[in-house]
């Protein structure tokens, strides 16, 4: 089973962060950063529309075997600009932390 659907599952299992208006890079940057833990680790995002009017962005950090050691999700009406060009017109992206 592809990473991206065993760590799509786990994110709609846990509680989903609570809907925002407009959701900031600087705020997930921020997330990332409390929970990185080791140096070498990374971070990756997926953004999925759901509905005519949201997106869920799920954010996890890896270690460098590939283990996801944290997660959340949250749903928004839009993301800001720097959020947006950092994603183009990808649906998954890699941040080096």
Known sequence: MPIDIIFWILAGLAAAGAAIVLLKWDDIRSWFYRNKVNYDDYGELIKRSIGEDKVRVVAGVFNRYGTRTAYES??????DSELE?????????????
């Open 85 to 97: 060009s950092k994603f183009g017109c990808r649906d998954k992206i890699k941040i080096s932390l």
């Open 74 to 79: 949250w749903e928004t009406e839009s993301l």
